[in-house]
């Protein structure tokens, strides 16, 4: 069947809101349980009438309309999230390298897209679930101009003879994601002779969740970049340039500066600060819809003279139920950091404590990073790995130990000094939070931390990287 305008494919699409896709489903299609991408097949199908394809052409051809059917979910604490990425067209490692953005893959198929959302619930039978809503999308200026940075990124990798190091950290919005029955899913590449793992474009799940609470649940959204500054920089440049003016002064001064009231151990001071930089004071920062979008975590940083962190840097407690009956592919941990970008936002002390017991906290700058996929596949799979393996194996000794007036709880979970990178203690002194572990043992909650010489590494250069420093 032929829609001969984009009214025509809207009017379709909303038909099916409401609906099933067993009651959409006209040909069965939904009585295979193993095949993958099978509700879009039904949409595609069922719903809008034509036959089943995998060309590089967009679905609709001939209004340049790209057909995308794709799942959200209700989380714990009733907000609503994407539950996966949203993938879109395979990267052709061969044949990219040779475009400019405007003639790329990925632009001639998904320059419009129709997106048909529908409620994943657990254990509801695929045929059971709903389609909730649809809406033609196409991408607003300013984030274009982070998609088209994104895509460049991707293919100068590829000429780099790097296809086989594309990693969803590299970029902001628009990701490389694996795509693949398994790891051994390999392509050629054009600059180098190791195949590299298959990819496709995806729009990340930060960024989809977004969508999710933009146009299901109405939220509201505050920018701090125009697309006429990402035309000239970066995203990073553009956070960089905001936060410069900076460097040097105390945490105070900046506070004072944006008549916020100081109170040093206020939990929402650095975050107040960090709106008010980047000129949209008083906004949370989970509303900053780049920050949203782009699955930015801020992290406070305080360096000592030494230029070393004090303290690790702390993460969620953790669920041994959910680590334990994970894979490490499918894990929480494994996806918390390639999907997570961190902006470090760095202070530090000139005085040791010894020498100043109220001593100043200067800003040194911001570092706006990413895990690097080495480090996630072997440091922290090395972490992961242990953990889940003391508890399935019996091996974890939880031990009491008095300690001068006090008995502390004491385990062989792995510390500082098992691969340099992370370690799990808790995040309380308090030990009478505890949980049951799935071997039946009680434990202190626990969580998971990054090393102080850890970050300390990551932070050695931020001079080099701070060029107004």
């Not at 809008?48 to 799942?71: A, C, H, Q, W």
């Not at 994970?326 to 002390?349: A, G, I, N, Q």
């Not at 062989?412 to 071997?439: E, Q, S, T, W, Y």
Request: hydrophobic content about 35%.
């Amino acid at each position: 069947m032929i829609y001969y305008t984009v009214e025509e494919i809207m009017a379709k699409a909303r038909e099916a809101e409401g609906k099933t896709f067993g009651e959409i489903d006209k040909y069965g299609r939904l009585d295979n349980n193993r095949a993958k991408g099978v509700l879009g097949q039904v949409v595609e199908e069922s719903l809008f009438g034509y036959s089943i394809n995998s060309n590089s052409k967009p679905d609709f051809v001939n209004l340049g309309v790209e057909l995308k059917v794709t799942p959200f979910k209700k989380n714990k604490n009733g907000t609503l999230s994407a539950k996966e990425r949203l993938v879109l067209n395979i990267i052709n490692y061969m044949e990219e390298i040779n475009c400019t953005f405007e003639t790329s893959s990925f632009w001639k198929k998904n320059e419009k897209l129709l997106l048909m959302f529908y409620e994943w619930i657990p254990g509801l039978a695929r045929k059971d679930y709903q389609i909730y809503r649809s809406i033609l999308y196409t991408f607003p200026e300013a984030d274009l101009e982070i998609i088209k940075n994104d895509w460049e990124c991707i293919v100068k990798k590829i000429k780099e003879g790097k296809a086989h190091e594309l990693s969803e950290g590299d970029t902001v919005y628009l990701g490389a994601a694996p795509k693949g029955a398994n790891s051994g899913s390999l392509r050629e590449q054009p600059f180098s002779g190791k195949k590299a793992m298959q990819r496709a474009f995806s729009l990340k799940q930060s960024y989809m969740t977004t969508l999710v609470r933009k146009f299901l649940n109405n939220e509201q959204f505050v920018n701090f970049v125009s697309a006429a500054d990402l035309k000239e920089k970066t995203f990073n440049e553009i956070l960089q340039n905001k936060f410069s003016p900076y460097i040097g002064w105390t945490d105070e001064e900046i506070a004072n500066k944006h008549n916020i009231p100081y109170n040093k151990n206020s939990k929402s001071l650095i975050a107040t600060i960090i709106s008010a930089v980047l000129g949209i004071k008083g906004t949370k920062l989970h509303q900053i819809e780049e920050f949203s979008k782009a699955n930015i975590e801020f992290k406070t940083v305080r360096l000592e003279p030494n230029g070393k962190p004090k303290e690790s840097m702390s993460f969620e407690n953790i669920d041994f139920d959910k680590w334990t009956s994970e894979t490490w592919e499918d894990s929480y941990l494994r996806h918390r950091f390639y999907e997570t970008k961190f902006l470090f936002v760095v202070f530090e002390y000139k005085e040791t404590i010894a020498e100043n017991a109220n001593r100043k906290l200067y800003f040194k700058g911001i570092k706006l990073w990413n895990m690097p996929t080495e480090t996630i596949e072997k440091e922290v799979r090395e972490f992961w790995e242990e953990v889940v393996r003391l508890i399935n194996t019996n091996e974890l000794k939880i031990e009491y130990v008095k300690r001068g007036e006090k008995v502390v709880e004491t385990n062989n979970f792995p510390k500082c000094n098992f691969n340099g990178v992370m370690h799990m203690r808790p995040k309380a002194a308090n030990g009478d939070d505890k949980i049951l572990l799935p071997n039946g043992k009680y434990i202190t909650k626990q969580c998971y931390w990054l090393n102080n010489t850890y970050i300390a590494e990551v932070l050695k250069d931020l001079a080099l990287h701070n060029k107004y420093e």
